[in-house]
């Protein structure tokens, strides 16, 4: 019975992680020269005791010249910043997402001149299930981001 129940979370945490890095493609990525940073983010997840992993997501993110630090950060639509802090060069963060498959998430990043990594916990509030994510981008160029 244990084991049925694990699959059946865990068959519902695959699906919900794949939309999560579908989710991360940003909507209004503007390429044209501007004077905004253009920067390729690759994001990874697992899941702890999965056998099967998420192939890594690349995409492309324009963000403003004096952006928060809170735009690094991949998110569904549906999430919230509930807490954050910035010491130095790294980035803490906690956030709560809603709609039908509640989740909290805290992580961190941490900036470089040019690039930067982070890492995140995505903790199913129905299930207790959890995965993790790491990411990292560089930037490549410019852009105009979307204001």
Known sequence: M???????????????????GVALVPAELA???GADDLYEITSRMEMPG???SVPAQVVKLCVAKNGKDDAFI???????MVDSKR??????YKMACGGSEPATMDGEVVFGPSAYEGKMRMTMTKTNESMQMTYSGQRIGSCTASK
């Not at 010491?87 to 803490?92: A, E, I, L, P, Q």
């Open 2 to 20: 244990i084991s049925r129940t694990r699959n059946a979370a865990r068959a519902l945490i695959f699906p919900l992680a794949l939309a999560f």
């Open 31 to 33: 390429l044209a020269q």
């Open 50 to 52: 999965m056998a099967l």
């Open 74 to 80: 991949p998110r569904k639509s549906d999430c919230k």
């Open 87 to 92: 010491t130095g060069n790294k980035f803490t």
